[in-house]
């Protein structure tokens, strides 16, 4: 089998939750800081080729009114984040033009125009990084693929809140739904 290409002018880098409330925490395999530095590399590198920049924070009303709020083992915490909790990261900061997704939820496809923004654009193809593997990006990754988009994971550029979660995202989901790559495969692949 042949190894995948990616179109510039039909694909989209979607950057997940890449953002200072994030950004913070402690995840695994990869530490934070390296996953927004290799994102910023794709990101750099998109840029460059003219694919189109997606950038996926989650947020919404102050007071979290407008939250999940469901019975769980392990809830959301019930104490709404502080004010700059869905700021991007500097290295990340859109630019003009660029597509900007606030969600709600863990996946950037419900309750948001990125499906739209995508189709009209004529885009078939996603490449995801992000934190966290086994949530945002997984549940984002499990709704492309219902809406048959083609998909790269930078599997460097990713990190998960346990490296259980990621691996399990890396080594048995993501291979069946896409293609697993490294950031600097994905980088060659854009064109250096």
């Known amino acids: 089998m042949s190894e995948p290409t ?3 002018a039909r694909s989209a880098l979607v950057i997940i939750d890449l953002q200072r409330g994030i950004v913070g925490r402690s995840t695994a395999p990869h530490a934070a800081d390296q996953v927004v530095e290799n994102s910023s590399r794709l990101l750099a590198a998109a840029r460059r080729q003219g694919i189109l920049p997606v ?3 989650v947020g919404g009303a102050p007071d979290w009114a407008d939250r999940l709020r469901l ?3 392990q809830p959301t915490p ?3 984040p502080p004010p700059d909790w869905s700021e991007f990261a500097p290295q990340i900061a859109p630019q003009s033009g660029e597509v900007v997704i606030l969600k709600r939820q863990w996946g950037a496809f419900y309750g948001t125009d990125l499906d739209l923004q995508l189709r009209r654009r004529g885009i078939d193809t996603t490449i995801l990084c992000g934190i966290a593997t086994e949530v945002g990006v997984e549940s984002t990754a499990r709704d492309a693929y219902e809406r048959n988009y083609r998909q790269f994971f930078a599997e460097d550029a990713m990190s998960g809140l346990h490296e ?3 691996r399990n995202a890396i080594d048995r989901i993501f291979p069946r739904i896409g293609h697993v790559r490294s950031t600097d495969w994905v980088v ?4 250096g």
Do not use: E, K, R
């Not at 060659?188 to 064109?191: C, F, H, P, S």
């Open 6 to 8: 990616i179109d510039p």
């Open 55 to 57: 950038l996926v924070h």
């Open 71 to 73: 019975s769980a083992d």
């Open 78 to 80: 019930p104490q709404p």
């Open 164 to 166: 259980a979660g990621h």
């Open 188 to 191: 060659q692949a854009l064109g």
